[in-house]
């Protein structure tokens, strides 16, 4: 999804340039997070099969993903626009900085506010969706309309987050849990509406075209509510 969004953001912005590698790029820091992230979770399964750790061991996982990092390196350094690598580098970062304090918090075991939690899902997740919706402008020779539709991707990806919880909502281990209250839940599900009604707003800034009418509908298809 995450590549995909910045292939069809590109587009959306009237093409050109060459965004291929970056796509790739966005792709190899999810793949090399998830990796970390079952690691982290001492989770068994990812999409349905054995995770990486489980098929290779912690030691491969662990190297794996510095390798992968390795490549993305590369890829950001074939860019002569040192954007494209400042915002990769600003998703890796962010997105360490979050699953950290994802690891506190649930070591600690205390209570979470909501904007620690809504903090929290946005390096960990949202980020990286914004740094591959703005480098589909940058790429596009559109950075005017990269700071948009990096909003679009990141409020986009605060609402998934949210309605990835929702779906885990009261199982041990998990993140939510920390939240507390009842009534929270129908809070969340308010929230994850309302950020996908302002993804689509950052989507005015776009002319008209089959791509932007892609991208509103991924942010509908994001909180289930397809039209
Ligand atoms: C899944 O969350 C995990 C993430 C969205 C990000 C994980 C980030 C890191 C491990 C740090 C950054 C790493 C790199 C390589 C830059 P989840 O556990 O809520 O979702 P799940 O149910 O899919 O596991
Ligand atoms: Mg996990």
Redesign the pocket.
């Given at each position: 999804m995450r590549p995909a969004l910045l292939l069809i953001t590109h587009d959306a912005c009237g093409g050109g340039g060459n965004p291929g590698p970056a796509a790739a790029a966005i792709e190899l820091?999810?793949a090399?997070?998830?990796?970390?992230?079952?690691m982290?979770?001492r989770?068994d399964k990812?999409r349905g099969e054995f995770s990486f750790h489980r098929k290779y061991g912690f030691e491969m996982s662990l190297l794996v993903?510095d390798f992968?990092?390795s490549l993305v390196l590369g890829i950001a350094s074939g860019y002569k626009d040192s954007r494209v690598g400042r915002i990769l580098s600003r998703?890796?970062k962010l997105?360490?900085i979050?699953?950290?304090r994802?690891v506190q918090v649930i070591e600690r075991g205390e209570r979470i506010s909501l904007d620690q939690y809504l903090e929290i899902?946005k390096f960990?997740?949202a980020v990286?969706f914004e740094a591959a919706t703005s480098l589909g402008a940058v790429i596009a020779g559109r950075p005017d309309l990269s700071e948009d539709l990096g909003l679009y991707g990141l409020y986009l990806g605060m609402a998934y987050?949210i309605r990835?919880?929702l779906m885990?909502w009261g199982s041990p281990g998990?993140?939510t849990s920390l939240l507390g209250e009842g009534g929270l839940r129908d809070l969340l599900e308010g929230m994850a509406i309302n950020l996908a009604e302002e993804a689509m707003e950052k989507l005015e800034v776009l002319e008209d075209s089959p791509q932007k009418a892609l991208l509103r509908d991924l942010a509908l298809y994001s909180i289930n509510r397809e039209e």
């Amino acid at each position: 999804m995450r590549p995909a969004l910045l292939l069809i953001t590109h587009d959306a912005c009237g093409g050109g340039g060459n965004p291929g590698p970056a796509a790739a790029a966005i792709e190899l820091i999810h793949a090399a997070s998830l990796i970390h992230d079952d690691m982290i979770d001492r989770s068994d399964k990812r999409r349905g099969e054995f995770s990486f750790h489980r098929k290779y061991g912690f030691e491969m996982s662990l190297l794996v993903a510095d390798f992968i990092l390795s490549l993305v390196l590369g890829i950001a350094s074939g860019y002569k626009d040192s954007r494209v690598g400042r915002i990769l580098s600003r998703a890796s970062k962010l997105m360490s900085i979050g699953e950290m304090r994802e690891v506190q918090v649930i070591e600690r075991g205390e209570r979470i506010s909501l904007d620690q939690y809504l903090e929290i899902l946005k390096f960990k997740t949202a980020v990286l969706f914004e740094a591959a919706t703005s480098l589909g402008a940058v790429i596009a020779g559109r950075p005017d309309l990269s700071e948009d539709l990096g909003l679009y991707g990141l409020y986009l990806g605060m609402a998934y987050q949210i309605r990835d919880d929702l779906m885990d909502w009261g199982s041990p281990g998990e993140l939510t849990s920390l939240l507390g209250e009842g009534g929270l839940r129908d809070l969340l599900e308010g929230m994850a509406i309302n950020l996908a009604e302002e993804a689509m707003e950052k989507l005015e800034v776009l002319e008209d075209s089959p791509q932007k009418a892609l991208l509103r509908d991924l942010a509908l298809y994001s909180i289930n509510r397809e039209e």
